[in-house]
């Protein structure tokens, strides 16, 4: 079986290609622009994965961002809001990133850990999906049942298996397979596409598509990923207590590229009570920050992709210079 990847070019000036690749070689290049991504080059051809898991978010938060503003890879502009869960997506990496930039949140070396590890290996997932529908829906159709991290080329599951934690996460998710949350989500995907956007249901299969890709995300790759490890969900639980709960950041997610929000139009903060590690009760209040995000998206479309804009600006950030050590006389 093979399917067709257009858009490929060759070293002819004003000239196309269109290379027959199957689904494994698809899924490989899908791969691999998603690690890519991640990548400071260091060299002819070479590079290193980015250091600072702040910097690895915002990148993340920058990509998100693209997507849904149709400005990534494949873009389509035509069809922007087809990726509705990506804008929410940016809001929340960016809010990882803000709290990966903390310093209380620094001295929880396992809470720390566990964000970065949360937000890198649900990038490595959906960017994955998002960038080959955008290439090729249509054999995407065909090859989405095949996906994992096993069925990609030799050089790409080399480079799966050096990334931080690939070894506990990759059997953690899946190996990064898909399943009916991500089947429903690209279904509804493919009808938005087909809607003009002042379609009266056009929001509804937008809303309905969030949701879904939301629940890949959470029960899928997060529950086992971060929050079903012992030591993450007890340091969760500890900063519940009312000695632990001063130096804990407050769990909430604010629609801005800035760290920091006033407007409380423009943040939800969690339930009190809300039990983070518990799928039920988190999804409570993301249900809730989910349907803010929606009515905003709604109401005020033009300051909500503005701010989307501001944070596509981070998709080249690098890791900061080491410090500079002055010299002693000897």
Known sequence: MSTTA?????????????????????????????YARLIAPS????????????????????????FYLETEDGGKPELKGRYYWMALGAFASKTVACS??????????????????????????????HWYWSMSPGSFTLCESTRSAGNCVPQVREVLAKLPWAKEALPKINQ??????????????????????DHMKRS??????????????????????????????FWIKMQRSRWVSWIAPTLEISFAAACKVDDP?????????????????????????????????QKKTIYMEEELIKMTNWVEMNDPPPPVVPAFPL
């Open 265 to 297: 139009e423009l943040k939800n903060e969690a339930p009190e009570g809300t039990v983070l590690e518990d799928y039920n009760s988190r999804m409570y209040w993301i249900a809730r920050a989910a349907n803010n995000f929606h009515r905003m998206m």
């Open 204 to 233: 509804e299969r937008q809303f309905a598509h969030l949701m879904a890709i939301v629940k890949h995300e959470q029960n899928k790759v997060l529950q086992p990923l971060i929050y079903e490890d012992e030591d993450f969900a």
């Open 43 to 66: 060299g002819p051809g070479q590079g290193t994965l980015l250091a600072f898991a702040n910097v690895r978010s915002r990148r993340i938060a920058a990509t998100y961002a693209r």
């Open 176 to 197: 990064m397979r898909g399943d009916e949350f991500v089947h429903e989500g690209f279904e509804l995907v493919a009808q938005i596409e087909q809607m003009p956007r």
């Open 6 to 34: 257009t858009g490929l070019t060759n070293t002819r000036t004003d000239s196309r290609v269109d290379v027959q690749l199957d689904c494994s070689e698809m899924w490989s290049l899908a791969q691999q622009f998603a």
């Open 100 to 129: 990966l930039e903390m310093l209380r949140v620094q001295s929880l070396p396992t809470v720390y850990m566990g964000l970065a590890r949360g937000s890198l290996w649900l990038f490595l997932d959906l960017a994955a999906w």
